[in-house]
């Protein structure tokens, strides 16, 4: 037990540098001082109750989840009918009344069109029914949407909805939000730092919903200003009427290419009118999509659609190959910044409207980190007292063992990036009394083993052997309910659990190898015939 060769030595006390120095610049943080630029910085941060920030409640629009599979629906069937050989001609389709409902002009293709059909209605791949197919009349097909169906699309809408959000709050160059479901159609996002949360409402109040969509000509001016289009098209409003003299355009309802396919955009500037836009690049199939569409309709006008407004409707005056186009709409440049940043991240797939907004300020959390240093350091300064008085140089040896300890969950802290909540400081406290708990068993049982008249090494090393098994066995509870909060915790919750997790697996290091490593030095130099204990 008291034998530690050369190589053990070293990666003992290398790991203890190591996660020391990995502390240090949290220590100049806590402390309000500069941390020198030229060395690494990685840093602990702090959460919203403790460096202040904004925090909004953002609840998303599960009826238009609905409409849209709705008319996802009325799409797929229309084009797998089409594409039937031979093909299955229908009457109007419709989608009133929440479901999708067609006339077959033969009522003898039923079977045909179930067929082509069938594969529509389990669109999960996970077997669960997401629609109801029936005949009605003989020849007119209802398609209704199952409440399993409905509750599976609005559940995958707001899985999408937090990665997207989670990408574009990274973009704003902001660290360690908290993005969380909250119910079935709610997202709470929690920034620490950000004072002002305006940009970061813009930032996740626009859907980015991208289309480029063929005008249609026939459409006419009297009816435009009623917003009526005509028949397999729909009318979409400018986003600036007044700059174009007109409410809006009418647009084919099918076809056309959607902004998930890119790849990049970026914010640039227009070489002919040096105005600001957005540069836009599809990826391979998108390319080829945007490449057809703009080859089979040359001098035809396209409208570029962004959330349901139209940004411009250019005409094409030759076909565009390379995959790549520009979105004008008389940007600013962050404007135009925030709109790239937004397609880069991928359209929403469902609106966000914020419910709930409120800004943090520091001064709580400032309050809190003074108040929780000056509880740390009497605390640890009348333990320290304590242990010295209690068990001499064997004290010493804890002391030291808990200021390690301290430094050590700062840096495994700081190198896994974690943030540090107000919850998060009563863990930190809570495995620094753990520590100190390992100590006091260590020593306690080297002084029975010397009171039964063991000799100073026998008795050593029998009361690290005896003492470490008791500290697994209580830490490996605590380990336990640890792993069981960090993994279905979310919040103050999971931040408790990961910082008592950390200080858990240092202080066990601290109290059970690094002092025994010390103890052990000592012993072989000074060859004791007696303990002060």
């Given at each position: 037990m008291l034998e530690f060769s050369r190589w053990k030595q070293i990666f003992y006390w290398g790991l203890t540098a190591i996660l020391i120095a990995a502390a240090l610049p949290s220590m100049f943080n806590l402390g309000s001082l500069d941390w020198p630029k030229a060395l690494p910085s990685q840093k602990i941060n702090l959460g919203l109750d403790l460096a202040g920030g904004s925090h909004i409640l953002l609840e998303a629009d599960a009826d238009q989840v609905r409409r849209q599979r709705l008319d996802n629906m009325e799409e797929d069937v229309q084009n797998r009918l089409r594409r039937a050989d031979p093909q299955i001609r229908i009457g109007d389709i419709s989608t009133r009344d929440g479901n999708v409902n067609f006339l077959l002009a033969e009522a003898s293709q039923v079977d045909k069109a179930r067929a082509q059909i069938e594969p529509l209605l389990n669109s999960n791949g996970a077997g669960t029914r997401e629609w109801d197919f029936q005949v009605v009349e003989g020849n007119r097909i209802v398609l209704t949407p199952t409440a399993k169906g409905i509750?599976?699309?609005?559940?995958?809408?707001?899985?999408?909805?937090?990665?997207?959000?989670?990408?574009?709050?990274?973009?704003?160059?902001?660290?360690?939000?908290?993005?969380?479901?909250?119910?079935?159609?709610r997202i709470v996002v929690q920034v620490p730092g950000l004072k002002d949360p305006g940009a970061l409402k813009a930032q996740l109040g626009q859907t980015a919903?991208?289309?480029?969509?063929?005008?249609?000509?026939?459409?006419?001016?009297?009816?435009?200003?009623?917003?009526?289009?005509?028949?397999?098209?729909?009318f979409v409003p400018y986003a600036d009427p007044s700059k174009f003299g007109s409410p809006g355009i009418a647009v084919k309802r099918y076809g056309g290419i959607k902004g998930d396919q890119l790849t990049n955009a970026v914010q640039s500037n227009d070489q002919q009118t040096n105005q600001a836009v957005v540069s836009i690049t599809f990826d391979q199939q998108g390319g080829s999509k945007f490449a057809k569409l703009t080859?089979?309709?040359?001098?035809?006008?396209?409208?570029?659609?962004?959330?349901?407004?139209?940004?411009?409707?250019?005409?094409?005056?030759?076909?565009?190959?390379?995959?790549?186009?520009?979105?004008?709409?008389?940007?600013?440049?962050?404007?135009?910044?925030?709109?790239?940043?937004?397609?880069?991240?991928?359209?929403?797939?469902?609106?966000?409207?914020?419910?709930?907004?409120?800004?943090?300020?520091?001064?709580?959390?400032?309050e809190s980190i003074r108040k929780g240093l000056i509880a740390f350091m009497v605390g640890t300064a009348a333990l320290m007292a304590f242990m010295i008085a209690t068990y001499g140089r064997f004290g010493i040896y804890a002391n030291v063992g808990?200021?390690?300890?301290?430094?050590?969950?700062?840096?495994?802290?700081?190198?896994?990036?974690?943030?540090?909540?107000?919850?998060?400081?009563?863990?930190?406290?809570?495995t620094i009394g753990a520590a100190v708990d390992a100590n006091v068993l260590i020593n306690e049982r080297?002084?029975?083993?010397?009171?039964?008249?063991?000799?100073?090494?026998?008795?050593?090393?029998?009361?690290?052997?005896?003492?470490?098994?008791?500290?697994?066995?209580?830490?490996?509870?605590?380990?336990?309910?640890?792993?069981?909060?960090?993994?279905?915790?979310?919040?103050?919750?999971?931040g408790f659990a990961i910082v008592l997790l950390i200080g858990i697996v240092t202080s066990v290091f601290t109290a059970v190898t690094l002092t025994r490593m010390w103890v052990a030095g000592w012993v072989r130099k000074a060859r004791p015939a007696d303990l002060n204990l």
């Open positions: 509750d599976t699309a609005i559940g995958q809408a707001m899985d999408t909805a937090v990665e997207v959000v989670r990408k574009r709050i990274d973009a704003l160059g902001t660290r360690e939000p908290t993005i969380i479901r909250q119910g079935a159609d919903k991208l289309e480029f969509k063929l005008v249609d000509q026939t459409a006419l001016a009297d009816d435009l200003a009623k917003g009526i289009a005509p028949p397999g098209s729909q080859s089979e309709n040359v001098n035809k006008p396209f409208a570029i659609i962004l959330d349901g407004k139209v940004l411009s409707a250019p005409n094409i005056n030759e076909p565009i190959l390379g995959g790549s186009a520009q979105i004008s709409g008389g940007f600013t440049v962050e404007g135009a910044n925030q709109l790239a940043i937004n397609l880069r991240s991928g359209a929403l797939p469902v609106d966000l409207k914020v419910v709930e907004e409120r800004t943090v300020g520091p001064d709580l959390g400032a808990l200021i390690v300890n301290t430094l050590m969950i700062l840096g495994v802290m700081a190198i896994a990036n974690t943030t540090l909540t107000l919850p998060g400081i009563a863990g930190f406290v809570l080297i002084r029975e083993e010397r009171a039964r008249g063991r000799r100073v090494i026998q008795a050593i090393e029998t009361g690290y052997k005896e003492a470490s098994r008791a500290i697994f066995d209580a830490n490996m509870t605590n380990v336990i309910a640890a792993v069981l909060m960090a993994y279905f915790g979310t919040g103050p919750i999971r």
